[in-house]
């Protein structure tokens, strides 16, 4: 028997047309169902978008075992958990619609992989690593903040990275957990692969926020955003930023890093950053 093109077009469309209208029911029922729900507002009473922006994760670097970078008189561990804490009694307090979870409050050798754990049970929406700087010499002549993002690198501006990536060398079984790492390994290039198409943007968005606010608010010497293959930003399935706050082997930096006053001001700036951050979601 033959079947007219016609009518063969004709039953494809039909068809067609029954599988999306069933296809499209369970959204629809969702978008009445959603049509019901009370909207949640933010502090200032107006409602907050369908993308709510609700949980921040603190990751005070190092901790424990790892005391990170060494100044004067003054560990770099000690040092990011003093601003983490401040950080999330500032966020609970200025923005209580946030939920802060913080990878670390005590002086404890957290796995890096481990704190990325903690960020997606948590379902974060923001991952913001605290540290300090250093420079290989005893006394650093370099100021300043710098702003990490995950990324490539290429050779001789890794330094940041490679430092910060050394804490898992204490760790166990660590060539097991870190398979592939390597700034040539195949597994890298697939995973970075994968992070740029989801949050590359986000991140570079929200560093170049962060870096606004430590430079033309706070008039901060910065050395900018830069992208680095930063193991605990890499596994991070949300936009991640690393915060080198200052150069805690630099007598003015130190100084600065272990005040009150200057722990609250980089606070300040980085819940300012946050708020634009959110913001600018809000707009779209």
Known sequence: MVIKYSAIRKIFILSSFIILSALSQPVLAQQVKKKHHHKKTSEDGTALPAFSFKTIIIDPGHGGKDPGAHGAYSKEKNVTLAIAKKLRNALNEQMPSINTVMTRTTD??????????????????????????????????????????????????????????????????????????????????????????????????????VNHEFKKVDGRRSLGVREQGVLVLQQSAMPAVLIETGYINNPKDEAYLNSVEGQSEIVQSIIRAIKKYRESFEQK
């Open 108 to 209: 404890e050798f957290i796995e890096l992989h481990r704190r990325d754990d903690i960020a997606s049970e948590h379902k974060g929406n923001l991952f913001i690593s605290i540290h300090c700087n250093s420079s290989p010499e005893k006394v650093s002549p370099d100021r300043g903040v710098l702003i990490l993002v995950y990324g490539y690198h290429r050779a001789g501006e890794q330094f940041e990275a490679l430092r910060e990536n050394a804490s898992i060398f204490i760790e166990k079984d660590y060539k097991s957990k870190y398979n592939g790492y390597g700034e040539n390994s195949a597994v890298n290039t697939i995973v970075l692969s994968n992070f740029q198409q989801k949050y590359r943007k986000e991140c570079i968005h929200f560093g170049d926020l």
